[in-house]
């Protein structure tokens, strides 16, 4: 008798467990959402950016001058004053999301800027126009409608366009964290293309991304590499028109 009791409770216990696994409501999935980054410029100090976040930013050019993040250096957004004789193509960077969609989109080029006395810069990514979007019944999808070109300054100071998928040198660039004082120094760029929000964990606005089942992103990861007279060697990442979603 007592063993049929013990099989009575032990049955009813295993009906509970059940009961609680079925009834026990599903975690909802997170509500679709867009972030889109102009330029996001990364060293050991403070980050700087230019986002929208369910937003639109369009203007011819954006310059944002010598800053803490970077007191040797200027991030130009479409400017053609200082373009690789690109054509006209204003900055614009645009995220939005309902309840069953979102889309982020981003077009124009960076510059970087050293102060160089030529007028010069460094480095041009042209980014074209590129954008993911997705749908909570639907796929993720991811456009670029241009190919994305790279330049650096390399020999008398001049533009040169390179293979984006290898680093290249450049002629020397100043210090990005306190500018010409010390000469040029020996500089590397290397371009990174977004192809998941995988890649972006590092930086604290994708993060909130991470593990979303349905999510996408695409832009550009610029790596920077400059290596002081001591050979020690600084490095700096600038996020340029980068798009993600997740529904």
């Given at each position: ?32 959402e ?41 991030v ?42 030529r ?128 529904c």
């Open positions: 008798m007592l063993r049929k009791d013990a099989r009575l409770l032990a049955a009813a216990a295993t009906s509970a467990a059940l009961l609680g696994v079925i009834t026990t409501p599903a975690l909802a999935a997170p509500a679709p867009a972030t889109v980054m102009a330029y996001l410029f990364e060293s050991a100090g403070s980050p700087e950016w230019l986002r929208g976040q369910n937003a639109e930013y369009r203007q011819p050019q954006y310059v944002s001058g010598l800053t803490s993040a970077h007191p040797g250096w200027s130009h957004l479409s400017d053609e004053t200082v373009g690789a004789g690109l054509p006209k193509q204003e900055i614009r960077v645009a995220a939005k999301h309902d309840e069953t969609s979102a889309s982020a989109a981003t077009s124009g080029f960076l510059s970087l800027t050293d102060q160089d006395p007028e010069v810069p460094f480095l041009v990514l042209k980014m074209g126009s590129s954008s993911v979007s997705c749908t909570i019944d639907g796929p993720v999808w991811r456009n670029g409608s241009s190919p994305t070109r790279l330049f650096v300054r390399q020999q008398a100071g001049e533009l040169y366009e390179v293979d984006i998928t290898q680093e290249a040198g450049t002629q020397g660039v100043a210090a990005a964290d306190r500018g010409t004082r010390d000469g040029l120094l020996p500089t590397t760029v290397k371009a990174t293309r977004i192809n998941s929000i995988d890649q972006l964990a590092q930086y604290d606005h994708f993060a909130r991304y991470q593990g979303r089942e349905k999510s996408g992103a695409i832009g550009y990861e610029l790596t920077i590499t400059q290596t002081e007279r001591d050979g020690a060697a600084k490095t700096y990442r600038v996020l340029a028109g980068v798009s993600a979603a997740s």
